[in-house]
């Protein structure tokens, strides 16, 4: 992996893609409020934010699909707006669900899109094929594909024009654990190796959390946080644990000494139990647990959800 | 990105799709039916000379013009048609004789009315909604090709559509009816430019052309009233983005169309309805029209007007509308 050859922290980094206080409306409702942000060359951005957030309406707004109310999308610098064609040269994307033409091949549905790209785009089908592993089903009809290998074809055919920006709406959407860490490593690959920004929206903080390297969260059509992944998970998931041990209820008690700890299941034999406890008085309370004769078989720190990352950034309100 | 390869696009998936399978088996079986029972039909009838029969039956056309209670409508019918008859007979041409290329003809009359207008309207209410129903306008959309281009391109594998299937429709029936009534006639005479005048036909506009002139003349005509249909149901597929609706609002305006003149013969405005005027090459080929004042001119320019309004109104919705879930 060549990964360092992107410049990320060298120079200032270079934005390929940015919504500048897109709105839109439906009738009254405002699905999307003032929303900016910008991607950088080389980095995977997240998008997170519940079902019905506007995620999906925002992303329709940077592929131009829909017009925003206000506010603009620049790719490359280009208005998308005033400069449609050309600045969709720069961009690759799949929109809320990877569709293609089921009745056609994989590599029919490759040589369609390439027509609509500049000459030389299906000189890439066979290495793109390659790249997303489908090589040896690029001549059956998509029908009988799954879901992770239309993922994947949707991924190639975004990568046909050799793009400066994939956007991808929920790739992890209905695909399986193993289908998921495929599409995950080769967008982690595509950032590091190709420099292409991937922009990328997600309802699940663990996949964004696992996936990228900046995060953006709307809730309620409005941006609430934007900044590095770390920063945010950290926010809230440092004080979260889950212990395996025995007795469960001894062992709550303990805890409960250091801050607030509860039984998650057999409260009497080998259990679970969920604690929150600062950082700094992790050890203390493991030493407190020994000495009570409770047996400690894990510990581990327990995944903030999504709602505790939303509690954190709005301070409380309801999700 | 040639406009080239766009319209390769539209071709591909047209000729993918079931539905064009589907069409050229329905323009296959029927016209197969029609050769057959048309053939069963003229073995147990036409024994007779033909100027024989044909005098009867202006003798049957006299009497039903003399009978007081014949409709009005009829009594118009009866008198152009007699006028027709005579006027073949005087000319020693047979009205009814029949040959592969004498069928192939009828067919364009025939087919004009319904079946060719239906077939436009499979290809073309699907066109934009298809790609709506399977999601791809999202992909089709988001490439860097206008959306004008991309409109274009989708009209243009439609009319090429379009122009197969009246072409080979043709040439089906010509194969067929020559099995039935031999290959051989193209260079008959075949009698046009009947004409009405007031209540009556006008035998000085009659000409006598070759048989195969006239046959190009009418699917000309038949192919451009079908090229119509395909314009307007091309609007529904944009505007209503659902096939079924596309296609159903087309088959209902079709129906009516067909139906409106027989029920209200006398409701002069339908004229300026893009459905009254498909059969063209009926109103060519000199059959008395539902409604006076029809004649192919008028009912060409009709047809163009919607066309052109059809496609005008596509393109602006089309280029202008936010595509959403």
């Given at each position: 992996m060549n990964a360092e050859a992107v410049p990320s922290e060298s120079a200032a980094p270079e934005v390929v893609l940015s919504a500048e206080h897109l709105t839109k409306r439906f009738g009254d409702r405002e699905a999307v409020s003032d929303v900016s942000f910008d991607v950088h060359a080389g980095e995977v951005f997240g998008f997170l934010g519940p079902n019905g957030a506007g995620k999906t309406t925002t992303i329709r707004m940077l592929v131009g699909l829909a017009r925003p109310d206000r506010g603009r999308v620049r790719i490359r610098g280009l208005d998308l707006a005033h400069d449609f064609r050309r600045a969709m040269g720069h961009v690759g994307c799949i929109v809320e669900s990877p569709d293609l033409y089921r009745y056609l091949t994989g590599r029919e549905n490759l040589v369609h899109f390439s027509r609509m790209l500049p000459d030389g785009a299906a000189a890439r089908i066979s290495e793109l094929a390659s790249l997303v592993a489908l090589t040896e089903r690029l001549d059956d009809k998509v029908s009988t594909y799954s879901l992770g290998m239309r993922q994947r074809l949707g991924i190639a055919q975004a990568l046909l024009g050799n793009p400066d920006v994939l956007i991808l709406d929920e790739p992890a959407n209905g695909l399986d654990p193993a289908g998921i860490r495929e599409i995950r490593r080769l967008v982690r690959r595509l950032a590091a190796e190709r420099g292409i920004a991937v922009f990328v929206s997600s309802h699940l903080l663990s996949e964004v959390e696992q996936t990228c390297d900046r995060v953006a969260i709307i809730h309620r059509g409005r941006t609430l946080a934007t900044g590095p992944v770390r920063e945010l998970v950290n926010r809230v998931a440092s004080d979260g644990l889950r212990l395996i041990v025995r007795p469960a209820r001894r062992a709550a008690e303990v805890l409960a000494a250091f801050g607030h700890a509860e039984v998650a299941g057999n409260a009497d034999g080998e259990g679970e139990v969920d604690a929150r406890l600062p950082k700094e008085s992790v050890p203390e309370a493991l030493r407190a647990l020994a000495a009570a004769g409770v047996d400690v078989f894990a510990v581990e720190r327990s995944l903030a959800s999504l709602e505790e990352v939303f509690l954190d950034v709005t301070g409380g309100e309801t999700v | 990105m040639r406009f080239s390869g766009l319209v390769e696009n539209e071709i591909l998936k047209f000729s993918r799709q079931r539905r064009f399978r589907v069409v050229i088996l329905i323009l296959v079986a029927l016209i197969g039916l029609i050769v057959f029972a048309q053939a069963r039909g003229r073995e147990r009838f036409h024994n007779k000379d033909w100027h024989v029969e044909t005098q009867e039956r202006m003798a049957r056309m006299q009497n039903m013009l003399r009978d007081n209670r014949t409709p009005p409508t009829w009594r118009r019918w009866a008198r152009f048609e007699l006028d027709r008859l005579r006027y073949h007979l005087d000319h020693n041409i047979d009205p009814d004789a029949v040959s592969g290329p004498l069928f192939a003809r009828g067919f364009a009359n025939a087919a004009s009315y319904l079946l060719l207008p239906l077939l436009a309207i499979v290809f073309a209410s699907d066109v934009v909604s298809g790609e709506f129903a399977q999601g791809t306008i999202k992909l089709l959309l988001t490439r860097p090709v206008g959306r004008a281009r991309v409109l274009a391109s989708k009209l243009a594998a439609l009319v090429l559509a379009i122009t197969l299937t009246v072409l080979f429709g043709g040439i089906v029936a010509y194969l067929f009816g020559g099995i039935a009534y031999g290959y051989g006639g193209w260079a008959a005479p075949a009698l046009t430019g009947f004409r009405v005048a007031g209540e009556r036909l006008d035998p000085a506009s009659v000409r006598s052309v070759l048989l195969w002139q006239d046959t190009i003349l009418a699917y000309g005509l038949a192919w451009f009233a079908t090229l119509c249909v395909g314009a307007i149901a091309l609007l529904t597929s944009v505007l209503l983005r659902s096939t079924a609706a596309a296609m159903g609002t087309m088959l209902a305006a079709l129906i009516a169309g067909t139906i409106l003149p027989r029920l209200a013969p006398t409701w002069e405005s339908q004229k300026f309805l893009f459905v009254t005027n498909l059969p063209l090459p009926d109103y060519y080929s000199g059959s008395?029209?539902?409604?006076?004042?029809?004649t192919v001119g008028f009912g060409a320019a009709v047809l163009a007007v919607w066309a052109a309004a059809a496609v005008a109104a596509a393109f602006a919705v089309f280029v202008r509308r936010d595509v959403l879930a």
């Open positions: - | 008395p029209p539902p409604i006076t004042g029809l």
